[in-house]
């Protein structure tokens, strides 16, 4: 019986599997993270191209009391991340952009405001994305990490998310402090694997640069094929001797 409903269910699509309870399996992130975190109270975390929110949100829901600091340097997107989380002390919206500089830094906004990003978007990326149209170019703040967490008090980073747009080797080139002293514990980072951005950080690199900072794989998510290859996905990556590691 249990054979045939697994093959009624893989002729519909789907697939029954047993999720491990005590360890990361790469089926679900929140699941995923709550696993690492074990409830630790109040997990700094910061979400780099936050958007509206989302991750955050999800953060909130999934770990305990997590602090977000929260960068979004496109205006329309930022001004609804402010308005959802006004009120709340633990999240810290920021109208900001992440990079390996400080000063102001020319960033493309497009009319799905989910690509914008500090790189342009290639021709090739048309069909992944649906020909999005660019709208503006505008200049926006940018900080380094490193010297904002010395200028706020933070002397480690628990989660640092990276969803920048192919930007994501500048944002870590600004945490190079953090990273070598091994200030930050875990990184979730989207990866590319086909050509979206002019400059793009490609996966293989991100990756390489991660396991010399001893910032070891955890698993893939929320993956997006393109055809029979994966175009891009979010990966987690964890030091071998942080706290959520033990």
């Known amino acids: 019986m249990k054979a045939r409903f697994k093959r009624l269910l893989a002729a519909a699509g789907y697939r029954l599997e047993k999720i491990p309870a005590h360890v990361p399996s790469g089926r679900d992130l929140s699941h995923d993270l709550a696993l690492l975190f074990r409830a630790r109270p109040g997990p700094v975390c910061i979400d780099a191209g936050a958007h509206d929110g989302q991750f ?10 997590p602090v977000v600091h929260a960068f979004e340097p496109a205006p329309e997107p930022f001004a609804r991340l ?9 999240i810290h919206a920021l109208n900001l952009g992440l990079s390996d500089q400080a000063g102001r830094i020319e960033f493309n906004i497009y009319d799905n405001q989910a690509l914008n990003s500090f790189l342009p978007i290639t021709g090739g990326a048309n069909h992944a994305f649906g020909s999005p149209a660019l709208l503006r ?11 904002y967490a010395r200028t706020n008090g933070l002397p480690a980073i628990d989660l640092l998310k990276i969803d920048t747009q192919g930007f994501e080797r500048q944002v870590l080139r600004g945490a190079a402090g953090l990273l070598a002293a ?22 293989h690199e ?21 055809g029979a290859f994966l175009g891009w996905c979010t990966a987690l990556f964890v030091r071998r001797d942080s706290p959520l590691s033990s």
Request: proline share 3%; charged share 20%; net charge negative.
């Open 82 to 90: 402010r308005q959802r989380y006004t009120g709340q002390p633990r």
């Open 137 to 147: 170019r505008q200049e926006v703040e940018t900080v380094r990490l490193d010297d």
């Open 56 to 65: 955050t949100a999800l953060l909130q829901a999934t770990l305990d009391q």
């Open 206 to 226: 991100v990756m390489g640069d991660l396991f010399a900072q001893n910032l070891h794989l955890v698993d893939f998510y929320e993956k997006c094929r393109l």
């Open 182 to 203: 091994g200030q930050v514990h875990a990184i979730l980072i989207e990866i590319n694997f086909t050509p979206l951005y002019a400059g793009q950080i490609w996966g």
